[in-house]
Nanobody, 117 residues
């Protein structure tokens, strides 16, 4: 499974960005797709995940501001980020979990999101 993320960039506080992540390769049985982020000097943290059945989980820090969605036909997951804050600045990494007997985790290369104050 290969994950290609896009949509990062530089935005002012209060602005919006939309991230996309497309899965390709042996993509059967991908259950969960989602986004994590890692800021300099900090641990990687969950942002949002969505299952193939559209069950969604958000980090408390992004609830009400970010929205995750998924197009199963296109094997693509999206993250709409609104009301961005400087503390949202991080590398955002796409994640997919494929379940065939056991779970295998895949990561994309990440896309930089920088929010200026």
């Amino acid at each position: 499974v290969q994950l290609q993320a896009s949509g990062g960039g530089l935005v002012q506080a209060g602005g919006s960005l939309r991230l996309s992540c497309a899965a390709s390769g042996s993509i059967s049985s991908i259950d969960v797709m989602g986004w994590y982020r890692q800021a300099p000097g900090k641990q990687r943290e969950l942002v949002a995940t969505i299952t193939c059945g559209s069950l969604i989980n958000y980090a408390d820090s992004v609830k009400g501001r970010f929205s995750i969605s998924r197009d199963n036909a296109k094997n693509t997951v999206y993250l709409q980020m609104n009301s961005l804050k400087p503390e949202d600045t991080a590398v955002y990494l796409c994640n997919a979990v494929q379940v065939i007997v056991q779970a295998t985790y895949y990561w994309g290369k990440g896309t930089q999101v920088t929010v200026s104050s």
